[in-house]
C-alpha cells in the first residue's frame, strides 16, 4: 500500500495566516493527489483534485501543487470558515489511502 | 446534483454482518462509479471498495474477505455488507461517488455519513 504522510498533524493559526499542509507519498504517484476538507460532524468535502485542479465552487485561496511524492496545499489568508481537518489522498493505485489528516485550530 | 444518503442498523453485534444502503438522488447510478468510506479515530479513513454500474468491484485487500459491493438500479442504491465484524469495524461509514475523469479520480460528492457501533 502506498502510505501517505502529511505535516504538522495540527497547526494553530490566526484568521489571515498564509497556511501550508504537505503531504508525502511513500511512492511516485504523479500527480494523482486530492485534497479534501473535513468539519466536526461532516462528511469530507473535495477542495483539490489531480493535485492543482480547484473544485468548482472552492474559494480561490486555496491552492494545490506538487508531483511525485511531495504535495502541498496552501490557504493564501486563512478565513474563519476554514478551521477544519485537511486530508490529501492518492489515487494512483488500490487500496487508495488517505493522509492521517491536518487539523487547523485556532491560535 | 448528486445527493448519496446512507442508511442501515447502527448497532450491529459481533461475528455478525453489516449491511448498508445508499440512495443516490439527482442522478442515475447507471452513469458513474461508486464507493463505501469509513472514518474511525483509529485508523483514519479508509477505502473499503469501488464498483461500477456494471457490478465490476475493487476491493481494499485488507477487507477483501469480508467484502460484498452491490448495486439496485431499480431503486438507484448500492449497497455495502462486510461479514464477521469485530469492535474494529466500529466507525462511521460513507458513501460517495467516485469520479473517473481522463486517469484522475477522486471521491465527491460523500454522503453525510452513518456510525456504525460493533458491540454485543
Known amino acids: 500500500d502506498i502510505q501517505m504522510t502529511q505535516s504538522p498533524s495540527s497547526l494553530s493559526v490566526s484568521v489571515g495566516d498564509r497556511v501550508t499542509i504537505t503531504c508525502r507519498a511513500s511512492?511516485?504517484?504523479?500527480?494523482?493527489l486530492n485534497w479534501y476538507q473535513q468539519k466536526p460532524g461532516k462528511a469530507p468535502t473535495l477542495l483539490i483534485y489531480a493535485a492543482s485542479n480547484m473544485q468548482s465552487g472552492v474559494p480561490s485561496r486555496f491552492s494545490g501543487s506538487g508531483s511525485a511524492t511531495d504535495f502541498t496545499l496552501t490557504i493564501s489568508s486563512l478565513q474563519p470558515e476554514d478551521f477544519a481537518t485537511y486530508y490529501c489522498?492518492?489515487?494512483?493505485?488500490?487500496?487508495?489511502?488517505f493522509g492521517q489528516g491536518t487539523k487547523l485550530e485556532i491560535k | 446534483q448528486v445527493q448519496l444518503q446512507e442508511s442501515g442498523p447502527g448497532l450491529v453485534k459481533p461475528s455478525e454482518t453489516l449491511s448498508l444502503t445508499c440512495t443516490v438522488s439527482g442522478g442515475s447510478i447507471s452513469s458513474y462509479y461508486w464507493s463505501w468510506i469509513r472514518q474511525s479515530p483509529g485508523k483514519g479513513l479508509e477505502w473499503i471498495g469501488s464498483?461500477?454500474?456494471?457490478?465490476?468491484?475493487n476491493y481494499n485487500p485488507s477487507l477483501k474477505s469480508r467484502v460484498t459491493m452491490s448495486e439496485d438500479t431499480s431503486k438507484n442504491q448500492f449497497s455495502l455488507k462486510l461479514t464477521s465484524v469485530t469492535a474494529a469495524d466500529t466507525a462511521v461509514y460513507y458513501c460517495?461517488?467516485?469520479?473517473?475523469?481522463?486517469?484522475?479520480?477522486?471521491?465527491?460528492?460523500w454522503g453525510q455519513g452513518t456510525l456504525v457501533t460493533v458491540s454485543s
Open positions: 464498483m461500477s454500474y456494471r457490478g465490476s468491484t
Open positions: 460517495a461517488r467516485f469520479h473517473l475523469f481522463q486517469t484522475s479520480k477522486w471521491f465527491d460528492p
Open positions: 489522498q492518492q489515487s494512483y493505485s488500490p487500496p487508495y489511502t
Open positions: 511512492q511516485s504517484i504523479s500527480s494523482f
